[in-house]
């Protein structure tokens, strides 16, 4: 069993930043790739970014330039420093993390399972 709780949503004007925090918990205390991906109304869950166990980030298009992400092995923690913020922005963040499939299935289709947190929002709004 895995929890995901994350921090630091809110309101803030075009041009200002926010800090969203992520922390993991539970049973099984191997680190794994985290991220978060940003949902909106009528459109599908998006990758805002994501960092592998050993510090290499990916991120979204809209992303790139503006956000960092970054993580804390040691509290087993990620976090999301987004700059520049545009209303395009706005969102419900979710955390994300990604664990090898061990079923028998994934002996014959190797894969992940993804795990979220319960999402919070960002509204980026004059």
């Known amino acids: 069993q895995v929890q995901l709780v994350e921090s630091g949503g809110g309101l803030v004007h075009p041009g200002g930043s926010l800090t969203l925090s992520c922390a993991a918990s539970g049973s099984d205390s191997r680190l794994y790739a985290m991220g978060w991906y940003r949902q909106v109304a009528g459109n599908e869950r998006e990758l805002v970014a994501q960092?592998?166990?050993?510090?290499?980030?990916t991120y979204g298009e809209s992303a790139k330039g503006r956000f960092t992400i970054s993580r804390d092995n040691g509290k087993n923690t990620v976090h999301l420093q987004m700059n520049s913020l545009k209303p395009e922005d706005t969102g419900v963040y979710y955390c994300?993390?990604?664990?090898?499939?061990?079923?028998?299935?994934?002996?014959?289709?190797?894969?992940?399972?993804?795990?979220w947190g319960q999402g919070t929002q960002v509204t980026v709004s004059s």
């Open positions: 994300n993390q990604k664990r090898p499939d061990t079923s028998a299935s994934a002996m014959l289709r190797p894969g992940r399972i993804d795990y």
């Open positions: 960092i592998t166990s050993y510090g290499t980030a």
